[in-house]
């Protein structure tokens, strides 16, 4: 089947081809220089062989392979956008040398293939996905923020930031929850200020603002977090229940008997007696290092109070941001030791965003590469020229071919629409 769809291809490409040479309009600005010019593409199918006709511009004297540029061919390009597509959506997933050898059974490629790929991809804005959403009406929504900690190959860190926006949550089963219409947000940030204009950008065209009551901000207390309360207008900011715990432990495990008592005075509301409790265990701390610890988490609770009450609202549904953090950074860029450069990190969390938002690869990669040669072409040739290449032949020629109109989203189906919507 492999041969077959690589035969398919070359058949496909050969048409366009023969379709230019036989042009009336191409024979009015371009004279043939090679009549058969090989070209080997590597696709989802294996290599690709066919011949094409290399042409001279007969007043700009430029050179160029028509039929290959029609389909989005580039004269350097070794590999189809196909398979390029189908390495990253594998990489998503995936370790890069994992994806280069089973994205086609036909062909082994490189991690840096891989790689290369997704450079070529670049960064994915996290509103590349379709927002479904269009001024809906709530009165309440959720915002939860963290960020991953992911070792780089110089010894440093990269802490790519997870931000996601939702209406609450349903049960599906026991024990398992669903959020409701999620958007996720996620890049390597120098400055927060950008990712929270995306969150709010996000806000004001999926919902009705002024429907909204309540905007709960749930974080771990970092100012980045607390940067977005001056940008989302009305919100609300809460410490998540997990770094509470995380810091009591902290000021408690030592005196197990004050732990249960710390929980009921932040249960009570008792600000005052939580501070005398804290104070209280740190006079009868001996260890400096244990003190200090106790010292960092009196800190932390006391002066994320306001945010820890909030917990309380009835409103508030709580916050999963290190599961989600798990789930969507993670598994993929910390869990296990891999080799990031910052760049590595920034675009991997990106698209771990965009799949989670239901984006579609094939189709960012294909628009970008469209949008890409068109400026190329109108840096090079002008508009008018461009109108007579889109020979209304060429297209029907295409659409006559049957795996187009089966319906079948096959990587075949795929390659050949890419030729003729292009």
């Not at 003190?291 to 945010?307: F, K, Q, S, T």
């Not at 965009?354 to 068109?374: D, H, P, R, S, T």
Request: charged content about 30%; aromatic content about 10%; glycine content about 6%.
């Amino acid at each position: 089947m492999d041969e077959v769809g690589a035969d398919l291809v070359a058949e496909a490409l050969e048409i366009v081809n023969q379709v230019y040479r036989n042009s009336k309009e191409r024979k009015k600005y371009w004279k043939i220089k090679e009549k058969a010019a090989k070209k080997t593409l590597t696709t989802i199918f294996g290599e690709v062989r066919y011949e094409r006709t290399y042409y001279q511009n007969k007043k700009t004297g430029e050179y160029s392979y028509l039929s290959d540029e029609a389909v989005g061919i580039e004269a350097h390009d070794k590999i189809d956008a196909s398979l390029k597509v189908k390495l990253i959506e594998d990489a998503i997933y995936t370790s890069y040398g994992r994806s280069g050898k089973e994205a086609s059974k036909a062909v082994e490629l490189t991690s840096q293939t891989v790689m290369n790929s997704i450079r070529e991809l670049g960064s994915v804005s996290n509103n590349a996905a379709e927002i479904r959403l269009d001024k809906k009406r709530v009165k309440i929504l959720y915002i939860e923020a963290d960020e991953d900690h992911v070792p780089l190959q110089d010894k440093g860190k990269a802490e790519p930031k997870l931000v996601y926006v939702h209406e609450g949550k349903i049960q599906v089963s026991k024990g398992r929850w669903k959020l409701i219409n999620p958007r996720y947000f996620s890049g390597v940030y120098a400055n927060s200020d950008e990712l929270w204009i995306e969150v709010s950008d996000y806000i004001d065209k999926a919902y009705d603002l002024d429907r909204i009551e309540k905007i709960y901000l749930s974080g771990d207390g970092a100012p980045w977090i607390k940067n977005g309360l001056g940008w989302i207008k009305g919100s609300i900011y809460v410490l998540d229940r997990y770094h509470l715990t995380k810091y009591i432990t902290q000021a408690t495990a030592h005196m197990e008997h004050t732990t249960s008592i710390m929980w009921d005075y932040i249960n009570a509301g008792d600000k005052k007696s939580v501070r005398e409790l804290l104070n209280a265990i740190i006079s009868a701390t001996e260890s400096d290092t244990k003190r200090e610890a106790v010292l960092e988490a009196r800190r932390y609770i006391l002066g994320n109070w306001e945010g820890i009450m909030s917990q309380y609202d009835v409103d508030y549904v709580g916050c999963s941001a290190e599961g989600h953090i798990s789930h969507i950074l993670s598994s993929r860029l910390s869990s296990r030791p891999l080799g990031w450069c910052k760049t590595g990190v920034d675009q991997m969390s990106r698209l771990r965003a965009f799949a989670a938002n239901g984006g579609n690869v094939y189709e960012l990669f294909m628009k970008q590469k469209k949008a890409i040669a068109k400026k190329a072409r109108n840096l090079k040739i002008d508009q008018e020229i461009i109108r007579k290449r889109q020979l209304k032949s060429s297209h029907e020629t295409i659409g006559n071919i049957t795996v187009l109109n089966i319906g079948k989203r096959t990587w075949a189906h795929e390659f050949l629409k890419s030729i003729r919507d292009s």
